[in-house]
């Protein structure tokens, strides 16, 4: 049996000597008539802290060996103006190989018309859909994740923090323009999730620390405000921007009233933002001060648009929290609906409960990312080693939230200062209507109170998508965004 400390990282692991390794490979792909040829580097940067002591320098400790996986276009028609795009995905404690394997890699997981995965031991295909087209790519594994680990004797607090991690995987980015010698490349962020709260935060922090200024972010799934996604008690701002999510999983399931149902899913989502933003936010402001009649009619226009019973809205208090809505929804059929993606079906033991088990939208995507990042590594970039592929640690159980402590993590400043200080950067957000985690009105609320000035709120440009959380597992979602991220890479 395996020693694992709190984070799920091997002890033995953070033994080993660290060294900085790197294996190059060249590939070609074909995407439509090109035929784009590559070379492929995955490896380890080691991150140090210098000792510096009245100007001289004493010694350098390591602290971290951060993996990534590196795709560069060979002898491009103009070297200098090759973008380079930096990509991560969130959790915390995510690798970064869902958007890798999912949208942007020269290699992707095939997913059926919906984003099935199919039976294992699934597949790996070549990717005509991938960023490579118009730009350089690099993955990276933020520490505690894939193949990056933290030196002995260093503590998970110097990483898993929401500064710490932004120290990190800047200064990672700063080695990695400095040995490839990329600083004049035009530079983008892609980030999914905790990864969008990674990238703004970067945004300010790369200006701030190491001048560098950013042409442009492409937020996936947006988190920027914690506020908007946290269930806690006193905190009525979930529920209404939950609601027109809550309202297209029941379309799609087709557990709305009869009337509701015939209604196409644009116009449902629309009719539940306008009762979320009006009548139901005003209820919910007034608390207990609400008359019986009013908490009646409140209840069955929250019901109307969740497809819950009023009854059971009326037993959560006019509040329905997520899990309890990805239980109850589907209860009468024995079925759970996933949280990353609400189209996608789960079954528990019984039907009782509040929670689901697991979550049927992941469940459908861990094996067979698993099996594609390993093949990848050691089939096709030639990497050598046993040493376990995290794809997603347990980090957040672990991650400093206490520095939040009577507040909740909010980057949207970080992003508008990095607006306002750098006017030229532009903005990409992409949205699920079928995402529980990160649903998409939470985000248009975000990017509503981030107070850009005027000249700059045309900079920021938000997609929607009939899919989840990982909208490209849904191939008519994954042809268009990745139509979407080429233009925004060009400049369209």
């Not at 933003?277 to 209840?299: C, F, I, K």
């Amino acid at each position: 049996m395996t020693n694992e400390d709190k984070a799920g990282i091997k002890v033995e692991d953070r033994g080993a000597p660290m060294v900085e390794r790197l294996v190059t490979t060249e590939h070609k792909l074909s995407i439509g008539k090109k035929t784009l040829e590559y070379s492929a580097t995955c490896g380890t940067l080691l991150l140090r802290e210098i000792e510096i002591k009245e100007g001289e320098h004493k010694g350098e400790k390591t602290r971290a060996s951060v993996f990534f996986i590196a795709y560069t276009l060979k002898n491009p028609k103009k070297p200098e103006n090759r973008p380079l795009s930096f990509s991560f995905n969130g959790g915390p404690g995510s690798s970064s190989v869902w958007l890798h394997l999912g949208i942007l890699g020269p290699q992707r997981v095939p997913t059926d018309e919906m984003g099935h995965c199919g039976a294992p031991p699934y597949g790996l295909v070549d990717n005509e859909f991938s960023l490579l087209l118009e730009s350089d790519l690099v993955f990276i594994d933020p520490v505690g994740t894939g193949l990056s680990r933290m030196a002995e004797g260093q503590k998970a607090a110097e990483f898993h923090d929401y500064q710490r991690d932004l120290d990190a995987v800047g200064e990672f980015i700063r080695l990695y323009l400095t040995r490839w010698g990329r600083w004049a490349s035009p530079k983008y962020l892609i980030g999914e999730s905790y990864g969008t709260t990674r990238a703004a935060g970067l945004a300010r922090h790369l200006q701030e620390k190491h001048d560098v200024h950013l042409n442009g972010l492409m937020l996936v799934s947006l988190a920027l405000d914690f506020q908007t996604l946290s269930f806690d008690a006193g905190n009525e701002l979930p529920y209404p921007l939950y609601l027109p999510t809550y309202a297209a999983t029941a379309w799609y399931h087709k557990a709305l009233r009869p009337a509701q149902q015939k209604k196409p899913l644009k116009q449902i989502v629309a009719e539940a933002e306008t009762f979320a933003n009006g009548d139901y936010w005003l209820a919910l402001m007034q608390g207990s001060r609400l008359t019986p009649a009013e908490r009646a009619h409140v209840a069955d226009q929250v019901a109307l648009h969740s497809g819950l019973s009023a009854e059971y809205v009326l037993r959560c208090d006019l509040r329905p929290t997520e899990f309890r809505f990805f239980k109850e929804l589907l209860r009468a059929r024995g079925q759970t609906v996933g949280r990353l993606d609400s189209r996608f079906l789960g079954l528990d033991r019984d039907d009782a409960g509040e929670h689901p088990e697991d979550d049927a939208g992941m469940n459908n995507l861990i094996g067979a990312y698993a099996t594609g990042i390993n093949r990848l590594l050691h089939e096709r970039l030639g990497w050598t080693g046993d040493q376990p592929y995290l794809l997603h640690a347990p980090l957040w159980k672990s991650w400093a939230w206490k520095g939040y402590e009577n507040k909740y993590l909010s980057v949207g400043d970080s992003l508008r200062r990095a607006l306002h200080a750098n006017p030229a950067m532009r903005v990409y957000v992409a949205s699920g209507y079928y995402d529980l985690a990160t649903p998409h009105a939470a985000g248009d609320y975000t990017l509503a109170h981030l107070g850009l000035r005027e000249p700059l709120q045309g900079q920021i440009r938000v997609s929607y998508f009939e899919a989840g959380h990982m909208m490209y597992i849904h191939q008519p979602s994954l042809a268009r965004m990745a139509t979407e991220l080429r233009d925004f890479v060009r400049g369209g």
